[in-house]
């Protein structure tokens, strides 16, 4: 991507699926975020719902990261690229959608890419100083509500779920990796 891309304008919980730290994926998708402060928890509900609704092949890790911080650092450095879904600050309307590639932070005035004490990026340098920072799109929704503790997604950023889930499997697709939805049927092959 050139730049940041407005696509769509107007829980604090460990890592929900397990790895093998030998393993090297071709992609960690990475839903990031505290489900426990509305809005905030965009990022885990996409994972989840992408957990729940599809399977991935092997070469696809989608991991539930919550406010994992720095304990994120090891799927991140077992992945050849990751994608991130995340609530990111760039003073847009709540819901607003955005998709750009972490290497054009700088580029980017007055965008925060996480409402997290240490956000992805941070996690992400980290990685760079270890010389093991694969490249990393990060898909990012403008939030809402935030300051409520509980209650969920605001329907604001809930109606985008579905759209950030397609942006998700879109990105799958032209990497060459094609999730199923649970319960399709594969057709039989020859006898």
Sequence with gaps: M?????????????PG?????QSMFEVLVLG?????????????????NLLQNFTF??????VDGGT???????YIRSARRVIVIDAIQAGAEPGSIFMFDSDQLEESNGVKTSVHDIGI???????????????????????GKMDEFGGGLSPKVGDKVDRVIQLVLDYLAE?????RPKGACTPPGPE
């Design 68 to 74: 994992g911080g720095l304990a994120l650092l090891s």
């Design 17 to 21: 699926a397990s790895m093998n730290n």
């Design 57 to 62: 092949p092997p070469e696809v890790e989608v």
């Design 121 to 143: 990026i941070d996690v992400l340098n980290t990685a760079g100083l270890l010389d093991d920072r694969p490249p990393a799109t990060i898909i990012g929704v403008q939030p």
């Design 2 to 14: 050139s730049s940041l891309n407005e696509l769509d304008a107007p829980g604090a919980e460990a």
């Design 175 to 179: 990497a060459g990796f094609s999730p």
């Design 32 to 48: 990031v975020g505290n489900v426990m402060m509305g809005d905030e928890g965009l990022g885990v509900q996409v994972a989840r």
